[in-house]
């Protein structure tokens, strides 16, 4: 194995197993060996069906899956090998050096606080702002992430999902993160805006040297805005490539499942 790289974040062997539970007991096997980098700079997707497996590898890079997960592997961030940190040094890693914006982000505001508390209370809690300080910062991070400066006043109910969407990625972004792992940060939003979302999110990746990874079912969304891409099913990687090839020439019968599912919908009637 080479020597892990300073400048990406590197998961080795990753499986996940969620133990059983109910009356048949029976465990899953979520992730299976996989393995594979997010460099600063790139955008990797993660793209394939529901349920095979790829919030279950998102939420183990942060360590953040449920107590019923077993994860082994290793994960290496910048050279630093964080699988085998304590919780209380993950902690300091968590939103500082990798944050995340989890699968229906926009559906987990607190409905009594404001856009702008939420944010504020992420650089409280980590960098000890003082309030002052933090309200400007605030401001200054939704502007980044598309928002009218003035959303830092407005509660989660006054905004669109879209809106929202763009409120988590603020949060997310709060702590000048080198890694950044989106789950479905694009679902349930319509085309368009959605197109919106993940151009800010490049812009990030481009303007803040950040490395991104993206996950989604939706292969063509992907292509359109990752240099890399990563086909995964029933809990393995079975496709990767740069992001044009991968959706132009398909080598796995599934990648071209998931590319002509699309070509189908996109024919003319
Ligand atoms: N907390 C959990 N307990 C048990 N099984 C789970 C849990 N979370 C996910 N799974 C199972 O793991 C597999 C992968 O799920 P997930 O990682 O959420 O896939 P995806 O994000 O691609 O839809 C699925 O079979 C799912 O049912
Ligand atoms: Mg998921």
């Known amino acids: 194995m080479n020597a892990p790289e300073k400048t990406s974040l590197e998961i080795i062997g990753l499986s996940v197993t ?3 539970h109910g009356t ?3 465990s899953v096997r979520a992730v299976r060996d996989c393995s594979f980098s997010v460099s600063r700079g ?3 997707g993660l793209v394939g069906e529901s349920g095979s497996g790829k919030s ?8 953040l899956l449920p107590e019923s997960a077993s994860v082994t592997g290793k994960i290496f961030c910048r050279g630093v090998e964080i699988s085998s940190l304590s919780e209380a040094e993950m902690n300091r890693w968590r939103w500082r050096k990798i944050a995340i914006v989890p699968q229906g982000a926009m559906n987990s505001f607190t409905p009594h606080l404001t856009i702008g508390r939420h944010i504020t209370e992420v650089l409280e809690h980590h960098f000890k702002m003082p309030r002052h300080e933090s ?3 605030a401001a200054e991070l939704v502007k980044t992430a598309g928002l009218n400066e003035n959303a830092v006043s407005r509660y989660p ?5 879209g809106e929202k969407q763009r409120a988590a990625l603020a949060a997310a972004i709060a702590c000048e993160p080198d890694f950044l792992l989106a789950d479905e940060p694009t679902t349930a939003l319509d085309v368009i805006t959605q197109k919106e979302v993940l151009e800010t999110i490049t812009s990030l990746t481009r303007d803040r040297g950040m490395g991104v990874l993206l996950v989604t079912h939706d292969l063509p969304l992907a292509s359109g805005s990752c240099d890399s891409l990563l086909v995964m ?5 079975v496709e990767r490539g740069p992001a044009r090839e991968v959706t132009s020439r398909p080598k796995e019968p599934y990648t071209r499942m998931l590319t002509d599912a699309v070509r189908d919908m996109e024919k003319p009637r």
């Open 18 to 20: 969620y133990a059983g």
């Open 24 to 26: 048949h007991r029976r």
């Open 42 to 44: 790139e955008t990797v």
């Open 56 to 63: 279950s590898v998102l939420m183990s890079i942060p360590r």
């Open 135 to 137: 309200e400007a910062r």
């Open 157 to 161: 109910h006054e905004m669109s999902g």
């Open 233 to 237: 099913r029933d809990g393995e990687i």
